[in-house]
């Protein structure tokens, strides 16, 4: 079984209170590996914030025996310096190489930490961003990482007895959901469009390999909040829409080729 080390840092000011570390240990843990034998070893994690960002997880990083880094106040507009301490730890194991990580893992929103990130792929790191929803499409992220996971998928659910009566909050709730799922669809379809330009006329490509481009461009894996779900669903639409031919190769592997209008 070939290790790969992890290094996870927590911009604890920048997270919800309801982040389940145990679902996120076991998507990073479980998936993710380029081989089936790569086993994932987290031998850095570190959370920094003030001490009131400490107390809404503290049980959970102790479970998980996280370095924990009290990063008090500094200015009168509450700046701490967690974005900086997370950072230079990240950089120190460049230097020192003790542990060589393979694998770097940010969850904060802040957009200060795509200097860091950017210089850690420049030596060839892995490098993921654990982030809102909101903030996941932004370019400067996008472009400073490997893949982005959504943080809200990693939240407890709270109990709630259903009302009777629905609020106007949870009404705007329902009907807000249609229209990101919309939202979604059209940004998957975007990118999609885009592999399938970028494919030269009248050549067939197995869908495999149009489904690592695509996923280099989704990074933060839209497609699993859409309607589409799946690819292969997706091709089918592009298929239905005539932008695409699809066929068996004579070893049986899907592949599509552009249709030129």
């Known amino acids: 079984m070939k290790r790969?080390?992890?290094?996870?840092?927590?911009?604890?000011?920048?997270?919800?209170?309801?982040?389940?570390?145990?679902s996120l240990f076991d998507e990073l843990t479980l998936k993710h590996n380029a081989n089936v034998d790569e086993?994932?070893?987290?031998?850095?994690?570190?959370?920094?914030?003030?001490?009131?960002?400490?107390k809404k997880l503290e049980k959970q990083l102790a479970e998980y025996n996280f370095n924990i880094r009290d990063t008090p106040s500094i200015t009168t507009n509450y700046k701490n310096r967690a974005d900086l301490i997370i950072s230079?730890?990240?950089?120190e194991t460049i230097i020192i190489?003790?542990?060589?990580?393979?694998?770097?893992?940010?969850?904060?929103?802040?957009?200060?930490?795509?200097?860091?990130?950017e210089i850690l792929r420049k030596y060839g790191k892995e490098v993921y961003l654990?982030?809102?929803?909101?903030?996941?499409?932004?370019?400067?992220?996008n472009n400073s990482c490997d893949e982005i996971l959504i943080l809200e998928s990693f939240q407890t659910k709270a109990k709630v007895e259903e009302p009777k009566v629905a609020f106007p909050k949870e009404k705007e709730k329902e009907?807000?959901?249609?229209s990101n799922t919309k939202r979604n669809d059209k940004l998957v379809e975007s990118i999609m469009k885009k592999v399938i330009d970028s494919m030269?006329?009248?050549?067939?490509?197995?869908?495999?390999?149009?489904?690592?481009?695509?996923?280099?461009?989704?990074?933060?894996?839209?497609?699993?909040?859409?309607?589409?779900?799946?690819?292969?669903?997706?091709?089918?639409?592009l298929e239905k829409d005539k932008l695409i031919e699809r066929k068996l190769n004579e070893?049986?592997?899907?592949?599509?080729?552009p249709i030129v209008k």
């Open 39 to 54: 086993e994932n070893i987290f031998v850095i994690k570190l959370a920094c914030g003030n001490a009131a960002s400490i």
């Open 88 to 91: 230079l730890e990240a950089l």
């Open 200 to 237: 030269e006329a009248d050549t067939w490509q197995l869908v495999s390999l149009v489904g690592i481009k695509f996923h280099q461009m989704d990074k933060s894996r839209t497609i699993e909040r859409s309607s589409y779900k799946t690819i292969g669903n997706l091709m089918l639409k």
């Open 97 to 117: 190489k003790s542990p060589i990580i393979d694998r770097y893992v940010f969850i904060t929103s802040d957009s200060d930490f795509t200097v860091i990130m």
């Open 175 to 178: 009907k807000n959901e249609p």
């Open 130 to 141: 654990v982030t809102k929803e909101d903030v996941s499409d932004k370019p400067i992220f």
């Open 4 to 22: 790969k080390n992890n290094a996870i840092y927590i911009d604890l000011e920048n997270i919800p209170n309801n982040l389940d570390l145990k």
């Open 251 to 257: 070893k049986g592997h899907p592949e599509v080729k």
